[in-house]
């Protein structure tokens, strides 16, 4: 069975910081590529940052230059530092593979809510 664990979110002010941290099993983190995916309400789940086993990174562009994602492969934990968050970051954020089509359908987690209000 898939682990991911995501931890990390809460409530900011526009223009806060918030780190979020997943803890993945081992073969998961060493095998495959990886990503954080944010879901709002009434939206469709969305890609919002990939890194790979080399640390090669990609970001939507509603986060470039605002987001940063890394791993740790002896923690087998990846982050996510979320600067200047703005109230359309407001979601729920979900770790997983990359892409998403080769995820599990069980292997979602529970997710970390982050809500950026004033």
């Known amino acids: 069975q898939v682990q991911l664990v995501e931890s990390g979110g809460g409530s900011v002010q526009p223009g806060g910081s918030l780190r979020l941290s997943c803890v993945a099993s081992?073969?998961?983190?060493?095998?495959?590529?990886m990503a954080w995916y944010r879901q709002a309400p009434g939206n469709q789940r969305e890609l919002v940052a990939t890194i790979n086993s080399g640390g090669s990174t990609n970001y939507a562009d509603s986060v470039k230059g605002r987001f940063t994602i890394s791993r740790d492969h002896a923690k087998n934990t990846m982050y996510l530092q979320m600067n200047s968050l703005k109230p359309e970051d407001t979601a729920v954020y979900y770790c997983n593979v990359f892409p998403a089509t080769i995820a599990t359908r069980d292997s979602w987690g529970q997710g970390t809510q982050v809500t950026v209000s004033s």
């Open positions: 081992r073969r998961i983190f060493s095998t495959y590529a």
